[in-house]
């Protein structure tokens, strides 16, 4: 057996006129990005004569980005290109939720648990994680964001959970 991929047609949603893609989808990705800022910035103040108001940045980069976006999706109908790759969401997903976990569990579980929790959530991304290892970095980096966040930054966080603590 090869250990070549095999050389069918790849079957794809795409229609036929898409040469690229994957710039086609790239393209039209960012101009979805792009339609969703200008949405966002559309109740912010605009530019007043010369003075900037706040939402003349953000809509100066939407519109670049739309512009862009638009640039790359035709790239992908003109141009031969590659087909869209495999991805795998298993490291996204993990590291997601390790952020969504560590901001919802930092008030009631504290720093360190949280911390620790959210860093095992994370590592569980890879099929390489060897977890000995895991839990000795997860145990480092918790000690040092317990000794950084407080005493070297002066934020007040909680340390422990509340149920802890009363």
Same mark, same amino acid.
């Given at each position: 057996?090869s250990?070549?991929?095999? +050389? @069918?047609?790849?079957?794809?949603?795409?229609?036929?006129w898409?040469?690229g893609?994957q710039?086609?989808?790239?393209? *039209?990705?960012?101009?979805?990005?792009a339609?969703? @800022?200008l949405?966002?910035?559309?109740?912010?103040?605009?530019?007043?004569?010369?003075?900037?108001?706040?939402?003349t !940045?953000?809509?100066?980069? @939407?519109?670049?980005?739309?512009?862009?976006?638009?640039?790359?999706a035709?790239?992908?109908?003109? #141009?031969?290109?590659?087909?869209?790759?495999?991805?795998s969401?298993?490291?996204?997903l993990?590291? &997601?939720?390790?952020?969504?976990f560590?901001?919802?569990? %930092? #008030?009631?579980?504290?720093?360190?648990? &949280?911390?620790f @929790?959210?860093?095992l959530?994370? !590592?569980?991304? &890879?099929?390489?994680?060897?977890? %000995? +290892?895991? %839990?000795i970095?997860?145990g480092?980096?918790?000690?040092?964001?317990a *000794?950084?966040?407080?005493?070297?930054?002066?934020?007040?966080?909680?340390?422990?959970?509340?149920?802890? %603590?009363?």
């Amino acid at each position: 057996m090869s250990d070549m991929p095999s +050389e @069918a047609p790849v079957k794809s949603i795409l229609p036929t006129w898409v040469r690229g893609p994957q710039d086609f989808v790239g393209g *039209l990705a960012m101009m979805a990005v792009a339609v969703f @800022a200008l949405w966002a910035s559309s109740d912010l103040q605009g530019m007043h004569g010369f003075s900037f108001g706040a939402g003349t !940045a953000p809509r100066m980069f @939407a519109v670049l980005l739309l512009l862009l976006g638009g640039a790359v999706a035709l790239v992908g109908v003109m #141009r031969d290109g590659p087909q869209i790759a495999a991805y795998s969401w298993r490291g996204p997903l993990f590291v &997601s939720a390790a952020i969504v976990f560590f901001a919802v569990a %930092i #008030r009631p579980l504290g720093l360190v648990v &949280s911390a620790f @929790a959210a860093f095992l959530i994370a !590592a569980m991304g &890879s099929h390489e994680t060897k977890w %000995i +290892e895991a %839990i000795i970095v997860g145990g480092c980096l918790t000690l040092g964001c317990a *000794l950084l966040f407080p005493y070297v930054l002066g934020l007040p966080m909680p340390m422990f959970p509340r149920f802890l %603590i009363q």
